[in-house]
């Protein structure tokens, strides 16, 4: 298949960590991935780390996206920082509210990404493609659906060129959202963002933070593995390879992987699919 593919990892807090992402980085790469992104912690709180592994994803010869998240930021740190990236070469940001550590109040001057989807395209021009974040089961935050499509249409209109989605496993919630966002008249590529499934508890505790819908069927077939970690790898491949496949089958323009700094399952999901390893 020749589909995009795009994978996410995030900044590593120890050598060790650093050294294992890098061999991680090196079994993805042979997927040829168009991008790898690097999140962003709360308020800017893994700017060194992320970074760093920017740097080096661009050195190791691929396109980096970096995450960039403005809650509690104030134009110069953000203008500063968006030369640092122009001056390491990267084209490519992920543009995101993001959220502040705990015990911080809200400050800063930027209150909605579209805020600073908005000050980028002001300051760089068309200097980076602005990637932004979508919710086809809803913003667990937001109001209402509508107001979640308007907050999302407010994004695009903005400047932001395409858009990764939450992870999702209702291929219907993505297909609706989709073609909400084609009927305010905007035409941005969406790409759904794939989580693979290793641990029924993390994929549980992650799904309840950010309001990531887990069919029924999933969650009981999950619960009653209990600790058998084969079934659920077994299992969560089967689930999320379907899902794919449907996605790509009815015309999604790429697929966004979340790596959790891990190649077994993402490959595992990619060769399933027919994509095959390259020098």
């Not at 805020?115 to 109001?143: K, M, N, S």
Request: proline share 5%; aromatic share 10%.
């Amino acid at each position: 298949m020749a589909l995009p593919l795009s994978f996410e990892f995030f900044p590593t807090k120890t050598p060790e960590g650093s050294v294992k992402l890098r061999a991680v980085r090196q079994q993805l790469y042979a997927m040829k991935p168009e991008f790898c992104s690097v999140t962003y912690g709360a308020g800017g709180s893994t700017h060194d780390g992320t970074f760093g592994a920017v740097r080096e994803i661009l050195a190791e010869g691929s396109d980096a996206a970096c995450h960039f998240s403005c809650i509690g930021a104030t134009r110069a740190t953000v203008r500063e920082q968006l030369g640092e990236l122009q001056a390491m070469g990267v084209k490519r940001l992920v543009a995101l509210r993001g959220d502040l550590p705990s015990g911080y109040g809200a400050g800063g001057e930027f209150l909605y990404a579209s805020d600073l989807v908005r000050f980028i395209r002001e300051e760089t021009g068309r200097a980076f493609h602005i990637e932004v974040a979508c919710y086809p089961e809803v913003h667990p935050q937001a109001r209402s659906p509508k107001d979640d499509l308007q907050a999302f249409a407010t994004k695009v209109r903005a400047g932001a060129d395409s858009a990764i989605t939450q992870y999702f496993f209702s291929p219907d919630a993505y297909f609706r959202f989709v073609d909400e966002v084609r009927a305010l008249g905007l035409d941005v590529p969406i790409v759904p963002g794939i989580m693979p499934i290793t641990s029924s508890t993390q994929l549980m505790r992650f799904s309840d933070a950010c309001g990531a819908e887990i069919p029924r069927w999933v969650r009981l077939r999950l619960q009653s593995f209990g600790d058998d970690i084969e079934s659920i790898k077994a299992f969560g491949l089967d689930v999320v390879a379907q899902l794919c496949e449907h996605l790509v089958a009815a015309g999604a323009p790429a697929l966004h992987f979340y790596t959790m700094n891990q190649a077994v399952a993402t490959l595992g999901v990619l060769q399933r699919l027919g994509w095959k390893p390259q020098a």
